[in-house]
């Protein structure tokens, strides 16, 4: 039995999927400030028209560029893995197997957008890309991607995690990017931020605040704003993941998966390998997808679905999704990039059509499985991918208890060397987990009274 299933370069998916064409029910417009969809020239201060062309496509298929391709072999196609050592450990008849998105330079699948948008944007004729991480796995991923393509790159870091994960920085610097904290003094939303609440652990919405302000005020015209998830084309370039994990697994002599998972953020890694199986699932497959999300931050399992703002000082388009509110500031777990306030439209949709099985985990049940995962299959999974990992890790004993060969399939996307941090937290037990008091949730969801509702589109079919 093979415990790597590798594809050749030549094997590599030559066109993204993009599942809007294949949505049982469309999915909401974007609306601008008056309540009316926005109309592709308002984005256009914000992002070039090739990528505002891909985030309204309803196109099926989409072609890769081949110059993006050629970024992407460096690492990718990525191995899909067997599961083998924590099979045995958890004596399980599950076939547990996982996408290695950790391979990539950066270290997650941050990557696959990151290279595909800082080509468009240069396609374009830009000279700068500005953006924010949580993180740091997507400003390190738009740092490499800005170097390789020749693009000057600015990072907002939420301030909790630049003090908690001061590696990503040098990592950014040494791919030649400028980081600073958010909020930062830098811009008039940073700025008004810091008088409110000076001691604030900053959140993706400032952050991503503060990147589009430095965009759109360039007077040269030529820097604009990529975002590392949430939106339709970012999603898009990820489904990468997926189509390989398809020609992968059966070479594995594998059907379709019984069970897919992804740890779920804004979105974009769950989606990247669960788009292309939910397209089989439309049509009829038998598969639970499941997005999992920490209970700290619970967007789908428990926040309302509602046009809201993706940013802090109000300054993107009404997006139709599960959310916290623009205002949310998200106590400080570990796993940084989970963190956001909103969730992808087209998971939501997903989610309100029952084509997704949505879970909420504590951060120590996650560590838990991380330190499982790292002492059988060795490595050492981000705190994010913990997620994914202690899911997978459940539906396996759940498997053993029905006595099932079921198949599971999960994202692992990234590696967590450099977040040890949060292991060393969990290794001296100071992890407190937190659940969002609902007390919490109506106070910042209270805003939302003020913007347009949006309706629970469902087909019925699941
Ligand atoms: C390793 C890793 N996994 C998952 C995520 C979550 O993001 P998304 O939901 O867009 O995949 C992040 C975000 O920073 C990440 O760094």
């Known amino acids: 039995m093979e415990k790597k299933i590798l594809l050749k370069e030549s094997d590599i998916p030559r066109q993204w999927y993009n599942l809007a064409a294949d949505l049982p029910t469309p999915l909401l417009p974007p609306l601008g400030p008056d309540g009316k969809p926005v109309t592709p020239d308002m984005l256009a201060p914000v992002f070039p028209m090739n990528l505002i062309e891909q985030e309204v496509s309803a196109e099926r298929w989409i072609d890769i560029p081949e110059e993006v391709l050629n970024i992407l072999y460096r ?16 004596k399980t008849p599950a076939r547990i197997y996982y996408k290695d998105e950790s391979y990539s330079p950066p270290g997650s699948h941050k990557p696959n957008t990151s290279v595909a948008q800082a080509y468009y944007n240069r396609e374009f004729g830009i000279k700068k890309l500005t953006t924010e991480t949580g993180a740091g796995q997507w400003g390190s991923a738009l740092a490499f991607a800005c170097s390789l393509l020749g693009l000057e790159c600015k990072v907002f870091m939420v301030r909790i995690s630049f003090t908690q994960k001061p590696f990503r920085k040098i990592m950014m610097a040494v791919w030649g990017a400028n980081c600073v904290a958010s909020p930062s003094s830098e811009t008039n939303a940073g700025r008004k931020v810091l008088e409110e609440l000076p001691d604030t652990p900053g ?44 020609k992968q697994l059966e070479a594995a002599g594998e059907k379709l998966p019984d069970i897919v998972i992804g740890c779920a953020g804004g979105g974009s890694n769950f989606a990247g390998l669960a788009f292309p199986f939910t397209a089989d699932k439309i049509n009829g497959a038998d598969i639970k997808i499941m997005p999992v999300e920490p209970k700290a931050c619970p967007t789908m399992t428990r926040a309302p679905f509602h046009y809201d703002f993706g940013d802090t000082a109000c300054t993107t388009p009404l997006m139709a999704m599960h959310t916290l509110g623009h205002a949310f500031i998200p106590p400080p777990i570990h796993a940084g990039g989970l963190r956001y306030h909103g969730m992808a439209p087209l998971v939501c949709q997903c989610v309100n059509e029952g084509l997704f099985e949505p879970r909420a985990y504590h951060q120590n049940k996650c560590y838990e499985a991380a330190l499982t995962w790292a002492r059988t299959e060795g490595a050492i999974c981000a705190p994010e991918t913990s997620h994914a990992v202690a899911a997978a890790i459940e539906e396996a004993e759940t498997a053993k208890q029905e006595g099932k060969e079921k198949v599971i399939l999960f994202n692992y996307s990234g590696h967590g060397l450099m977040d040890l941090s949060g292991y060393d937290a969990y290794l001296s037990n100071q992890l407190t987990d937190y659940e969002l008091p609902d007390e919490e949730l109506q106070k910042y969801t209270k805003d939302l009274e003020n913007l347009p509702e949006a309706e629970v589109r469902k087909s019925g079919k699941w």
């Open 203 to 246: 959140s993706l919405g400032i952050a991503i605040s503060e990147a589009i302000e430095e965009a759109v005020t360039d007077p040269s015209g030529k820097t604009r704003y990529s975002l590392g998830s949430v939106l339709n084309h970012v999603l898009l370039h990820q489904t990468i993941i997926g189509l390989e994990a398809k």
């Open 75 to 90: 690492w990718r196609p990525a191995p899909l893995k067997r599961a083998v050592y924590l099979e045995k450990h958890l």
